[in-house]
């Protein structure tokens, strides 16, 4: 007795079924649809591209089994996505983005556009009543205009690369634009700058400011609720999208797999992606290969703590608009003080305006040097590379030179390595910087000890006990 198309893919998805997560099984599976079985050809008809993306990257095995069993061993899939109405691309459309079809032996398979999903039905995960298609709220806060950004020697490249992307989204070479540099340096500021200034001089497009954990979250909870195509095609109608602290992706798998399917596909519409890190993309630990090579498609543009004369102008800047009065030597005494990061200076001159509206006075020189006393004295001193090594050389005993040496002796390899894995774990020096100084090796070399210290720590306790003294010795 011949099966038709539902049968057939009622025994696929139970094959499946057993074999994969359940809520990737009710992700990705359950809102497929078979529509026809001709001979050997069965055609199943997918929400959208991202659908057929994930399956054929992740699942394509089992369905590739489940077929063989139910159809034969000449079955062959075919896909039919369903469009977004209005756009109906011609099949060449697609092409771009297909895996090469020798990644499985399940060949000529082919898509087909199906016209009719309303985009009315899209939900909106931030949850706005009422919402129609061009009136997702942006998510923008105003005061993070470029007029606001003072411009210095340490983010003259960002601010110009922003202010670029600004006039022209999604038309420059800078997409997309990736923004990085420490904490409290200004790439939420900037990376905000753009889209209030999109809105400003394009007010039809859709312009969105995410956080990479809400984005996470969003996810999560499309995935709980079984509400994927919804969430997709939501992130899909975005013209500018700002993902802030991109690091935070690192080692969640599923989370970067369905960010760079998105972002292939607004980089293909011609839409603007404006990515923040606190680390270069080099730097980037447990993100994939593939994501990482994209953003460094893209400008790279860092922001670097500000020097003296930008810390000053900040200042002054911020003196001004708050319309407060604070002498010279003050602005002066705060400059050369507070020279970590903008967030630190903005959260002086807080202190300073409550003491002197408390104080009913004038900002005097001494109530800044309180400030700033209690503010430098909260900061926790940071161990450096250079003292790492030096403490791991008296641990075992060794010499600096012979650290640094370009010796493959064992013991002086380990040694080397665990200089490494204190540098990343209690710094804030990047994988290079930290390569450069112990040995002259490169990012990945670090990248490795790391890797090998962690493994290491897990599976041997004398080794363990070892990097919990130093360990210790160091925090002392
Ligand atoms: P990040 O996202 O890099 O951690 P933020 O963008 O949140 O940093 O910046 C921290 C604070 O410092 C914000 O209030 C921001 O307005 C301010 N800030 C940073 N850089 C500048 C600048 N160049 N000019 C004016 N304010 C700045
Ligand atoms: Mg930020």
């Given at each position: 007795?011949?099966?038709?198309?539902?049968?057939?893919?009622?025994?696929?998805?139970?094959?499946?079924?057993?074999?994969?997560?359940?809520?990737?099984?009710?992700?990705?599976?359950?809102?497929?649809?078979?529509?026809?079985?001709?001979?050997?050809?069965?055609?199943?008809?997918?929400?959208?591209?991202?659908?057929?993306?994930?399956?054929?990257?992740?699942?394509?095995?089992?369905?590739?089994?489940?077929?063989?069993?139910?159809?034969?061993?000449?079955?062959?899939?075919?896909?039919?996505?369903?469009m977004e109405k209005g756009r109906k691309p011609a099949a060449g459309d697609f092409s771009v983005n297909f895996p090469t079809a020798n990644k499985t032996d399940l060949r000529n398979r082919a898509v087909s556009g199906t016209g009719g999903q309303d985009q009315k039905g899209i939900k909106n995960p931030f949850v706005i009543p009422g919402i129609k298609k061009l009136n997702v709220d942006p998510q923008l806060n105003s005061a993070y205009t470029?007029?606001?950004?003072?411009?210095?020697?340490?983010?003259?490249?960002?601010?110009?690369?922003?202010?670029?992307?600004?006039?022209?989204?999604?038309?420059?070479?800078?997409?997309?634009?990736?923004?990085?540099?420490?904490?409290?340096?200004?790439?939420?500021?900037?990376?905000?700058?753009?889209?209030?200034?999109?809105?400003?001089?394009?007010?039809?497009?859709?312009?969105?400011?995410?956080?990479?954990?809400?984005?996470?979250?969003?996810?999560?909870?499309?995935?709980?609720?079984?509400?994927?195509?919804?969430?997709?095609?939501?992130?899909?109608?975005?013209?500018?999208?700002?993902?802030?602290?991109?690091?935070?992706?690192?080692?969640?798998?599923?989370?970067?797999?369905?960010?760079?399917?998105?972002?292939?596909?607004?980089?293909?519409?011609?839409?603007?992606?404006?990515?923040?890190?606190?680390?270069?993309?080099?730097?980037?630990?447990?993100?994939?290969?593939?994501?990482?090579?994209?953003?460094?498609?893209?400008?790279?543009?860092?922001?670097?703590?500000?020097?003296?004369?930008?810390?000053?102008?900040?200042?002054?800047?911020?003196?001004?608009?708050?319309?407060?009065?604070?002498?010279?030597?003050?602005?002066?005494?705060?400059?050369?003080?507070?020279?970590?990061?903008?967030?630190?200076?903005?959260?002086?001159?807080?202190?300073?305006?409550?003491?002197?509206?408390?104080?009913?006075?004038?900002?005097?020189?001494?109530?800044?040097?309180?400030?700033?006393?209690?503010?430098?004295?909260?900061?926790?001193?940071?161990?450096?590379?250079?003292?790492?090594?030096?403490?791991?050389?008296?641990?075992?005993?060794?010499?600096?030179?012979?650290?640094?040496?370009?010796?493959?002796?064992?013991?002086?390899?380990?040694?080397?390595?665990?200089?490494?894995?204190?540098?990343?774990?209690?710094?804030?020096?990047?994988?290079?910087?930290?390569?450069?100084?112990?040995?002259?090796?490169?990012?990945?070399?670090?990248?490795?000890?790391?890797?090998?210290?962690?493994?290491?720590?897990?599976?041997?306790?004398?080794?363990?006990?070892?990097?919990?003294?130093?360990?210790?010795?160091?925090?002392?």
């Amino acid at each position: 007795m011949k099966l038709d198309h539902e049968e057939v893919w009622r025994l696929c998805l139970d094959f499946i079924q057993k074999a994969i997560d359940p809520m990737a099984f009710q992700t990705w599976f359950e809102p497929i649809v078979p529509l026809k079985l001709e001979q050997v050809v069965l055609t199943i008809q997918v929400p959208s591209l991202y659908f057929y993306e994930i399956i054929e990257e992740q699942y394509i095995d089992h369905l590739r089994a489940a077929l063989r069993k139910y159809v034969g061993e000449q079955a062959r899939l075919e896909y039919s996505v369903v469009m977004e109405k209005g756009r109906k691309p011609a099949a060449g459309d697609f092409s771009v983005n297909f895996p090469t079809a020798n990644k499985t032996d399940l060949r000529n398979r082919a898509v087909s556009g199906t016209g009719g999903q309303d985009q009315k039905g899209i939900k909106n995960p931030f949850v706005i009543p009422g919402i129609k298609k061009l009136n997702v709220d942006p998510q923008l806060n105003s005061a993070y205009t470029f007029d606001n950004f003072v411009e210095g020697d340490c983010n003259r490249l960002a601010r110009s690369a922003s202010q670029a992307v600004a006039k022209n989204p999604g038309k420059t070479a800078f997409n997309p634009l990736f923004l990085y540099g420490g904490s409290g340096l200004g790439k939420t500021h900037l990376a905000q700058a753009i889209g209030i200034e999109v809105k400003t001089s394009f007010p039809e497009k859709t312009v969105l400011y995410v956080s990479t954990n809400k984005f996470m979250t969003q996810y999560m909870e499309a995935i709980r609720s079984n509400t994927m195509n919804d969430f997709l095609n939501f992130y899909q109608m975005i013209d500018v999208l700002i993902v802030d602290d991109i690091q935070e992706l690192a080692g969640k798998v599923g989370t970067q797999n369905t960010f760079f399917h998105l972002f292939n596909h607004l980089q293909q519409s011609g839409k603007q992606l404006i990515l923040t890190s606190d680390k270069a993309p080099a730097d980037l630990q447990e993100m994939e290969e593939r994501l990482l090579s994209r953003f460094k498609w893209g400008l790279p543009a860092d922001i670097q703590a500000p020097d003296f004369e930008t810390r000053m102008d900040i200042l002054r800047h911020k003196i001004r608009k708050d319309g407060i009065k604070v002498s010279d030597e003050v602005i002066h005494y705060l400059a050369s003080h507070i020279n970590s990061n903008v967030r630190e200076l903005e959260g002086a001159l807080i202190s300073l305006l409550f003491l002197s509206t408390v104080q009913k006075g004038e900002i005097t020189l001494e109530t800044a040097m309180s400030v700033v006393d209690k503010l430098v004295r909260r900061t926790v001193r940071e161990v450096s590379v250079d003292y790492i090594q030096e403490t791991v050389c008296q641990y075992y005993g060794l010499e600096i030179e012979t650290l640094q040496s370009k010796t493959r002796k064992r013991e002086i390899v380990q040694a080397r390595q665990i200089a490494m894995y204190f540098s990343k774990n209690m710094t804030s020096s990047s994988l290079s910087a930290i390569g450069a100084k112990i040995g002259k090796k490169d990012h990945a070399t670090v990248l490795h000890a790391c890797k090998t210290i962690s493994n290491l720590i897990e599976t041997d306790r004398d080794f363990k006990m070892q990097i919990r003294e130093i360990e210790a010795q160091l925090k002392s």
